[in-house]
């Protein structure tokens, strides 16, 4: 994967615990184009890599800006970005990535977001109204003051298009997600990210809905969104295409650790099977699918596999390894 040097070229307080970073390129170079809903991931000096949505135009290709919540429960990357990096910070990123793909093929669209999942929701509101589709946006928060990006949607490119959803952290004060999409828009797209409870509750409220017409992005593992058809921890055998050699798995280990003990090298990063850096493909067996990045209809191909948190349902899968 191609790793880019950047530039922090601005760091600001956009929220209550939300600050907004500007990245540049080092050189001063262009910087890899970006579509809305894609994401980079950073990789900090304490060693962890964390992935962050993009939340400017697209067309802004001398660029990045991040908005990063700091987290509560860091594993040490919210912290480190608020705390450690400085404006003038030289750090090193991946390529744009974006398995959260804004499809302009349909008749309107409603974004759905909750806290920090407004970042790659932005995007996607700059580009809709460059393409002029007609958008919704609902954005779900604490408190106005806790509201990235608040002064920005209140301006006319905006305008008329973004309803605020303040609950004050109580739930029945929120958005009325069965009323909102009660209809099914056979021609429209739903497009949700947001805290786990949030979107479980989208994904509820859209059972009527083509699965195919409803998209999610998450920033964690949420266990309300694990596939329903996930089955229990089990040892299997792992088969590597390139040299016949098996390797076996147990039921307290996972298939990524497994490779690695092993010597093969898996790029990884979320590690919770959110982000898409561990997918390989899948030649042989069928695959138990534990993560929250491929589409339906990617799980039912059988022919890739999250190797960070999914198992095996086969005694052995043979892998493009």
């Known amino acids: 994967m191609d790793i880019i040097k950047v530039r922090v070229a601005r760091i600001w307080q956009e929220a209550g615990g939300i600050k907004g970073f500007e990245l540049v390129s080092q050189d001063g170079q262009i910087l890899p184009a970006f579509t809305a809903g894609a994401h980079i991931g950073v990789h900090l000096p304490n060693g962890v890599i964390r992935h962050y949505s993009m939340c400017n135009d697209p067309e802004e290709g001398n660029r990045y800006e991040l908005g990063v919540l700091k987290s509560l429960d860091s594993r040490g990357g919210s912290n480190f970005m608020h705390d450690q990096v400085k404006e003038g910070d030289l750090l090193k990123i991946d390529a744009p990535r974006n398995n959260f793909q804004l499809k302009l093929d349909a008749e309107t669209y409603i974004l ?37 990006y608040r002064d920005l949607l209140a301006q006319s490119e905006f305008a008329g298009k973004v309803e605020f959803v303040h609950d004050g952290g109580d739930p029945q004060k929120g958005l009325d997600l069965a009323a909102l999409l009660r209809e099914i828009r056979t021609n429209g797209r739903i497009y949700c990210c ?86 390989v493909n899948v030649l042989e067996g069928e695959p138990d699918h534990r993560d929250q990045i491929l589409t339906d209809e990617e799980r039912s191909a059988n022919n890739c596999i999250t190797v960070c948190c999914s198992r095996a349902k086969t005694a052995r899968l043979k892998l493009d390894l």
Request: glycine content about 10%.
């Open 112 to 148: 759905i977001a909750g806290g920090i999942g407004i970042t790659p929701l932005l995007s996607m509101a700059r580009a809709l109204n460059r393409a002029g589709r007609p958008y919704r946006l609902y954005y779900c928060t604490r408190t106005a003051e806790m509201t990235a």
């Open 194 to 279: 947001g805290p786990g409870g949030l979107m479980a509750a989208v994904k509820a409220a859209t059972a009527h809905w083509p699965s195919d017409r409803v998209h999610f992005e998450a920033f964690s593992a949420s266990p309300e969104l694990r596939p329903a058809e996930a089955g229990p921890d089990q040892a299997f055998e792992v088969e590597l295409a390139s040299s016949g050699k098996v390797l076996n798995v147990g039921a307290d280990e996972s298939l990524l650790n497994v490779l690695r003990d092993n010597g093969i090298f898996i790029p990884s990063a979320c590690e919770e099977g959110i982000c898409g850096t561990c997918i």
